[in-house]
């Protein structure tokens, strides 16, 4: 494995921090309606994760907050060893377009009784800065250090040469 340079380390933090802010501080969904298993309410990343688990009637929804919460802090040890690794950003990523997909798109699908109560899902910032702080961490584990070149000292002969 090669190294990642000091702008990788500093971008492997901030995007860690960015995702466990997004995590516990800022609202994830936005949901309005009259659907009784899609409660009214702004939910965050612990109560989107109590939701998904609700839908789908298992601990799938904490599986997937806890992998959020490792690959965080896999960035932070990753910018303290500083070695360049791939795929751990990305595996955030996709599992918060799993939640995108469970809340928005799943629920009439997974509950049909309840498909015929109107209900309104959307965005909140929080959901955005988690997707911005996995891909922060994505490219902050690839960032290459800068490779120094090797400048040669021309010898005697090709210096008169020219």
Partial sequence: MR????????????????LLGSLFVL?????????PDLPAGTYGGMG???LVNALLSGPWGW??????????????????????TRRIGTSGIVVLL???????????YLNPQASSAAVSVSFGYGFVAGVLGSALIEAGARWPRPVRAQYEVPTTAEWEET
């Fill in 48 to 50: 989107s994760t109590e």
């Fill in 63 to 84: 599986i997937a907050f806890l992998w959020l919460v490792v690959s965080a802090f896999l960035a932070i040890g990753i910018a303290v060893v500083g070695r360049k």
């Fill in 98 to 108: 799993l939640y995108a997909v469970l809340l928005v798109v799943a629920p009439p």
């Fill in 27 to 35: 609202p994830w969904f936005a949901v309005s309606g009259t659907r």
């Fill in 3 to 18: 190294a990642i340079s000091a702008g990788g380390r500093a971008l492997l933090v901030a995007g860690a921090a960015v």
